[in-house]
């Protein structure tokens, strides 16, 4: 413990049980982290409605990371990719519209996200249509009118 306490530059805090929390924080935030995992990427829709923020967007504008982020400052949010030419399911109606959200990003961004993720998953083979700059800026404009909509 010494050579520890010498090494962080910090004396020992010798609480025991300090990492073991048992109060409803706690679990509110395991709840929600579970949540966001077990909604992750369109899952469970029939369990959108226990939500408070359903996130859609494109793929790999970042729904999953902030959806996570969220659920450790106990928040339950699901997250939906929109894909063109896929209808959004009909669990989408039956959520307050309040709790719905859309994200966008910068085209040259997203456009470079999507190449990255080809590249290291080897999916060379899959169409370059993923990551064309001018498929993706359509992507977008067309999500931001349906969110407009919305």
């Known amino acids: 413990?010494?050579?520890?306490?010498?090494?962080?530059?910090?004396?020992?805090?010798?609480?025991?049980?300090?990492?073991?929390?048992?109060?409803?924080?706690?679990?509110?935030?395991?709840?929600?982290?579970?949540?966001?995992?077990?909604?992750?990427?369109?899952?469970?829709?029939?369990?959108?409605?226990?939500?408070?923020?359903?996130?859609?967007?494109?793929?790999?504008?970042?729904?999953?990371?902030?959806s996570v982020f969220l659920?450790?400052?106990?928040?339950?949010?699901?997250?939906?990719?929109i894909c063109p030419g896929v209808e959004l399911p009909d669990a989408i109606n039956k959520v307050d519209r309040r709790r719905?959200?859309?994200?966008?990003?910068?085209?040259?961004i997203l456009a470079e996200h999507r190449e990255d993720r080809r590249q290291r998953t080897m999916m060379r083979s899959m169409a370059t249509g993923y990551s064309n700059m001018k498929q993706v800026m359509q992507e977008l404009e067309d999500v931001e009118e349906m969110f407009k909509k919305r």
Not at 71 to 81: D, R
Not at 100 to 108: A, K, N, R, S, T
Request: aromatic content about 10%.
């Open 100 to 108: 719905v959200f859309g994200l966008l990003v910068d085209p040259e």
């Open 1 to 66: 413990m010494k050579l520890l306490s010498e090494k962080l530059t910090m004396p020992p805090v010798e609480v025991p049980g300090i990492y073991q929390r048992n109060d409803e924080q706690y679990f509110k935030f395991c709840r929600a982290v579970e949540f966001a995992l077990d909604h992750d990427d369109g899952a469970n829709p029939s369990g959108w409605v226990n939500a408070d923020a359903i996130l859609l967007g494109v793929s790999r504008v970042g729904k999953s990371p902030l």
């Open 71 to 81: 659920g450790t400052l106990g928040l339950k949010v699901a997250n939906y990719p």
